[in-house]
């Protein structure tokens, strides 16, 4: 298929990319903790409303010790609208909160963030193809205590496949590959560099019920460090849990 293909493509020459910007830089490794809440409901035929709720711990630099620090924690919550099927057009606006970490040098701050995304669906027996762009603009509170706006951009490839059952239906299962691409606005609180990070993910999801589906995988993320050189190297596991059709039109 030339879908998967095109998404190994892009995650390779990201890593290419990565590689060669790296050389002679230093690179931190940590373990962390993502989990994740999504709850979703039906406001009308085209209209849904989402609420995310996701909260992350990880480990100090070079260490397999993901639990011993609080990182993030996020309220986001969505509106969708489906034009049609395959079309998902989509607004956020979130507080994500950013723990203090002494020992790593990161400071507490809150970032305010609203963005719009498309997505688009391609079905392809029971594989799903889908292409996500998304333009964020955030509101950073820097180290002077002044809020800075950040323009960020977003893209991410996501290859979805069902295993056994033909419908996403009670008790099926399905693996996840995606590929997630950021360039920065560049500005003072998060520096000049265009390129922000990448995002590779590889994991399953089970539906356990029409309405209730869990998903967990492994992320690796690759970021710039704002304000120097050097690169973090994030080995993330995902736990996420999705509940849908609370409410119905």
């Given amino acids: 298929m030339k879908y998967p293909y095109k998404l190994y493509c892009i995650s390779f020459f990201s890593l290419i990319i990565l590689t060669v910007t790296a050389q002679d830089k230093k690179i931190n490794n940590t373990t962390q903790l993502w989990s994740e809440a999504d709850l979703l409901g039906r406001i009308s035929k085209k209209l ?7 909260y992350s711990r990880q480990s100090p630099y070079e260490k397999i010790s993901f639990l011993k620090y609080g990182e993030q924690l996020t309220i986001r919550p969505w ?19 950013n723990y203090p970490i002494s020992d790593m040098g990161q400071r507490d701050y809150p970032e305010y963030r609203i963005a719009f995304q498309g997505q688009f669906y391609k079905l392809l027996g029971t ?12 509101e ?3 180290r002077g ?14 290859y979805q496949k069902l295993l056994c059952h033909k419908i ?16 920065n606005g560049e ?28 998903e967990t995988g492994y992320y690796n993320q690759y970021a710039y460090h704002s ?5 973090d190297s994030n080995h993330i596991w995902q736990v996420s849990i999705i509940i849908d059709n609370l409410t119905n039109q």
Avoid at 127 to 138: A, D, G, K, P, V
Avoid at 147 to 158: I, P
Avoid at 187 to 213: E, M, P, W
């Fill in 227 to 231: 304000h120097d050189s050097n690169f």
């Fill in 140 to 142: 950073i509170k820097d």
């Fill in 48 to 54: 849904k409303w989402q609420c995310d709720f996701q």
């Fill in 187 to 214: 500005s003072k609180v998060t520096g000049y560099k265009l390129f922000d990070q990448n995002r590779f993910f590889i994991g399953l999801g089970y539906n356990i019920s029409d309405n209730l589906a869990v």
């Fill in 145 to 158: 205590n002044i809020f800075e706006t950040v323009f960020r951009g977003r893209y991410m490839l996501k």
């Fill in 127 to 138: 594989n799903t193809i889908s292409n996500r762009f998304r333009t964020e603009i955030r």
């Fill in 79 to 97: 509106i969708h609208y489906y034009p049609v099927p395959s079309i998902k057009l989509s607004a956020f606006a979130g507080l994500w909160y």
């Fill in 168 to 183: 996403y239906d009670k008790k099926s299962a399905y693996t996840i590959l995606s590929n997630e691409l950021f360039i």
